[in-house]
């Protein structure tokens, strides 16, 4: 069998992309090996506006309305609604804090994102809001899994996709394409997420991965029906249900569940609360985020290598950016506009030319 593309991982970043490819035109196979993956575990959560310092998350303003219209369009065709815009609550832990996010809601490009001021004690639903909080605006969360079984449905349907694990070393290069046992192809697309690490072409780029954890927890005490930010976060999925994350841990790197883990975001939710939750937890999770040294992702072509390319690195942003990414992708490769510079691959060419 012959394809103009393959994409190796059928996480969040490799489905989106085959989607795009795929309605373009291009014939794709995507390759996919099975097992955990981080956009599997991940909660799906974009929050604008993030950390101790109250800092816009970088890319925020172009990628937010890429990913509201992409999402929108994916949901047609397959057909489920799979984007939800709500508002988070965003705690304030210190006056400190409170004082950052006052400085931030008199900057006008801020504006978009810092709604109502919370005064203390006025959040209700025994949330510890001793120094009030602020609403975060154009906040969002994507249904990763939902998402991904469903493109996988919709790749299958049009034999696009391949369960199976890819050898490295059986890829074969030559002039006139790439060859992978019985198949051949034009390009081959790496989207692996953290495995990206042990890639013998892309190996080399300065990749952070980390690994979290979140809970997925019942409660018998009413929850807040919104999302709510302070260290930690809570994410209600109705019926009593609600996630709780995340743990950021750079060594070791693993994706089993561990105890300190759990008790760190227990800790974390019961410090939310006045009065802890009488909740039971129902599933932990752990997975590893392919994060990257400088917070952007890779995208583009390998230096010397012009029929390879990755598309990775997007770390805790993916719900946010691979809908935009995706797109400069498909558009660098369909009509060669230039990628975006602040992901594309060549700021590391130096790394791989060796």
């Excluded at 890319?59 to 369009?73: C, F, H, I, N, S």
């Excluded at 991965?209 to 929850?223: A, D, N, V, Y």
């Excluded at 976060?233 to 070791?252: C, E, I, N």
Aim: proline share 6%; with cysteine; net charge positive.
């Amino acid at each position: 069998m012959t394809y103009d593309v393959l994409i190796l991982g059928q996480g969040l970043v490799g489905s989106l992309l085959a989607w795009r490819l795929i309605r373009a035109g291009l014939t794709v196979l995507v390759v996919d090996g099975g097992g955990n993956n981080a956009s599997r575990t991940a909660a799906g959560l974009v929050t604008p506006v993030t950390g101790k310092r109250w800092v816009k998350t970088v890319g925020v303003d172009t990628a937010l309305p890429e990913a509201r219209g992409g999402y929108k369009d994916l949901a047609q065709d397959l057909t489920c609604r799979v984007w939800h815009e709500h508002p988070i609550l965003r705690l304030y832990r210190n006056q400190s804090e409170r004082d950052q996010a006052r400085k931030r809601r008199r900057e006008a490009d801020y504006l978009p994102y810092l709604g109502e001021e919370i005064p203390p004690g006025t959040a209700g639903w025994n949330l510890a809001d001793d120094y009030g909080g602020c609403w975060l605006k154009e906040a969002a969360h994507l249904d990763t899994e939902v998402l991904l079984d469903r493109l996988r449905d919709w790749l299958q349907a049009r034999g696009a996709y391949l369960g199976r694990r890819m050898d490295y070393a059986a890829l074969a290069m030559s002039q006139s394409g790439i060859r992978w046992n019985d198949l051949h192809a034009d390009r081959v697309i790496f989207c692996e997420g953290w495995r990206g690490v042990d890639n013998p072409w892309f190996g080399a780029l300065p990749w952070q991965p980390s690994q979290g954890e979140i809970l997925t927890l019942e409660s018998r005490t009413p929850l807040p029906p919104f999302p709510v930010n302070a260290g930690c976060w809570t994410l209600p999925l109705g019926k009593g249900r609600f996630r709780v994350g995340a743990t950021y841990r750079w060594q070791p790197l693993t994706e089993d569940v561990s105890e300190s883990a759990r008790r760190r975001l227990l800790a974390g939710l019961n410090a939310l609360f006045r009065k802890p939750l009488q909740a039971q937890v129902i599933v932990q999770r752990a997975g590893i985020r392919p994060n990257t040294l400088d917070h952007q992702p890779f995208v583009g072509r390998h230096p010397r290598h012009s029929r390879l390319l990755l598309c990775n690195g997007f770390g805790s942003k993916g719900s946010l950016l691979a809908p935009w990414a995706t797109r400069c992708l498909t558009e660098y490769l369909l009509s060669e506009v230039p990628l975006p510079a602040s992901i594309d691959l060549r700021r590391y060419h130096a790394r791989l030319a060796d």
